[in-house]
C-alpha cells in the first residue's frame, strides 16, 4: 500500500499516451578535442557515432522530445529542480532563473508530478535516479516518487537511500529561534533491485581508527584489520579497503563566493558532488540526463569521467555557461547545441 499526495487539479496528462513530440534542431555542433591521455582515443572509439547534448528549452518540451528517442535507455538522472524558494536568481552576468510560484504549493507540485513521471519512463531498467531538493519540498518529493515508481515495486525498484549533504557555510536562521538550516537532501529511486551502484568506488578507507569495540591484528603478510565476533561469527576489515559509503555527506563543501570553480551561475553545486554520484551510480559510456543542468556540472563532470550525456535547461544563461565550460574541457567528445522547434 502506498499513501498518495492530492492536491488541487491533480491530474497525471500522460494517462492517455505522450502529446506530439517536438523535433530537436541542431543549432551548433561542436567538434571533438583531443588531449594529452591517449587511452581516452579506446573510449570515444567505445563510443562512435554519439553526439553528446546540450539542449535549451522547457522540460516540458525537450523530455517528451527525448522520450521519442531515449524512452527506457536513460541510465542515470539526476536532477536539481527549483527548490520553491519563491526567489529569483540573478549574477553579474544576468537572470539565471526564476523560482517564484506566488505560494501555490498546488502548481508547484502538479509541474514537480509531471516530471517525475516522464523522467521515469526515460529511465532504463538498471537506471538510477537522483532528485536534490531542501527542506521546502524534499518530503513532498518523496510521495511523488513512491507513487511514480510504484509500479517499479515487484522487481524491487522504487526508493533506495535519502542522502543529506551537509554543509559547513550559511545556513543562520532568519528567525532568532531554531537550528540553522545545512542539509539538502538527494533522494536515490531505481526501477529494479538490480541498479548500478558501486560503492567501492566512492567509499573512505577503513583506516586506523577503532570502530565498535573491535581488535586490531596485523596478519603475517603485513595487512592490518579489524576483527569483531558478532552471531557467533568472526567479521574481519582490512585498513585498506574502503568502507560502504554513509547516507550522510560532510566531506563536500558549498562553493564559497570567489571559489575558483565557480563559473558566474546561482545555485551552482560543487563537481566533487557530482563526481561521487556519477562514480557511483553509472558505469564508463552510460548515458547521463539532467534536465535543470544549471551550472553545466552534470555534463562537465559526465564528460571527465567518460560518460555520454543530455544536459538540458530553459535558461538562456544556463545554456551559455555550460557551453562554456564544456568547450574548456580537454579531452572531448563532439556535443550539438539543439532547441526543440516549437520554442518560440
Given amino acids: 500500500?502506498?499513501?498518495?499526495?492530492?492536491?488541487q487539479q491533480k491530474h497525471n496528462p500522460y494517462a492517455a499516451g505522450l502529446p506530439p513530440a517536438p523535433r530537436l534542431q541542431i543549432c551548433e555542433r561542436v567538434p571533438a578535442l583531443a588531449g594529452p591521455d591517449a587511452g581516452r582515443e579506446a573510449e570515444g572509439e567505445a563510443a562512435a557515432g554519439w553526439e553528446n547534448r546540450l539542449i535549451h528549452g522547457d522540460k516540458s518540451l525537450v523530455l517528451p522530445a527525448l522520450l521519442a528517442e531515449f524512452a527506457g535507455t536513460v541510465d542515470l538522472i539526476y536532477i536539481d529542480p527549483p527548490f520553491m524558494t519563491e526567489r529569483t536568481y540573478r549574477s553579474g552576468r544576468g537572470l539565471a532563473?526564476?523560482?517564484?510560484?506566488?505560494?501555490?504549493?498546488?502548481?508547484?507540485?502538479?509541474?514537480?508530478?509531471?516530471?517525475?513521471?516522464?523522467?521515469?519512463?526515460?529511465?532504463?531498467?538498471?537506471?538510477?535516479?537522483?532528485?536534490?531538493?531542501?527542506?521546502?519540498?524534499?518530503?513532498?518529493?518523496?510521495?511523488?516518487?513512491d507513487e511514480v515508481f510504484r509500479e517499479a515495486a515487484p522487481a524491487g525498484g522504487g526508493f533506495q537511500n535519502e542522502i543529506i549533504w551537509h554543509y559547513h557555510s550559511g545556513g543562520r536562521p532568519r528567525r532568532s529561534r531554531g537550528f540553522a538550516r545545512k542539509h539538502d537532501t538527494l533522494l536515490l529511486y531505481t526501477r529494479s533491485r538490480q541498479y548500478c551502484f558501486h560503492g567501492e568506488r566512492v567509499g573512505p578507507l577503513r583506516g586506523r581508527e577503532r570502530r565498535n569495540h573491535m581488535r586490531r591484528q596485523v596478519e603475517a603478510d603485513g595487512r592490518v584489520c579489524w576483527?569483531?565476533?558478532?552471531?557467533?561469527?568472526?567479521?574481519?576489515?582490512?585498513?585498506?579497503?574502503?568502507?560502504?559509503?554513509?547516507?550522510?555527506?560532510?566531506?563536500?563543501?558549498?562553493?564559497?563566493?570567489?571559489?575558483?570553480?565557480?563559473?558566474?551561475?546561482?545555485?551552482?553545486?560543487?563537481?566533487?558532488?557530482?563526481?561521487r554520484i556519477l562514480l557511483a551510480s553509472s558505469e564508463e559510456n552510460d548515458l547521463v540526463l539532467d534536465c535543470f543542468c544549471g551550472s553545466g556540472v552534470?555534463?562537465?563532470?559526465?564528460?571527465?569521467?567518460?560518460?555520454?550525456?543530455?544536459?538540458?535547461?530553459?535558461?538562456?544563461?544556463?545554456?551559455?555557461?555550460?557551453?562554456?565550460?564544456?568547450?574548456?574541457?580537454?579531452p572531448r567528445r563532439p556535443f550539438c547545441v539543439q532547441r526543440p522547434l516549437s520554442q518560440p
Fill in 1 to 7: 500500500m502506498v499513501a498518495e499526495l492530492i492536491w
Fill in 97 to 145: 532563473y526564476h523560482d517564484r510560484w506566488q505560494g501555490n504549493l498546488d502548481g508547484y507540485l502538479q509541474w514537480l508530478y509531471e516530471t517525475f513521471l516522464l523522467l521515469y519512463r526515460l529511465l532504463a531498467p538498471r537506471g538510477s535516479l537522483y532528485v536534490h531538493l531542501d527542506w521546502r519540498a524534499v518530503h513532498f518529493a518523496r510521495l511523488l516518487l
Fill in 227 to 275: 576483527t569483531i565476533r558478532a552471531g557467533g561469527r568472526l567479521y574481519r576489515y582490512y585498513e585498506d579497503e574502503p568502507m560502504t559509503p554513509a547516507d550522510v555527506w560532510c566531506d563536500i563543501s558549498h562553493l564559497h563566493q570567489r571559489d575558483p570553480e565557480r563559473n558566474g551561475y546561482a545555485t551552482q553545486k560543487p563537481a566533487a558532488l557530482l563526481e
Fill in 298 to 330: 552534470t555534463p562537465a563532470v559526465a564528460e571527465r569521467l567518460g560518460r555520454r550525456w543530455i544536459a538540458c535547461d530553459g535558461s538562456p544563461l544556463a545554456i551559455e555557461v555550460t557551453r562554456e565550460r564544456l568547450l574548456r574541457l580537454a
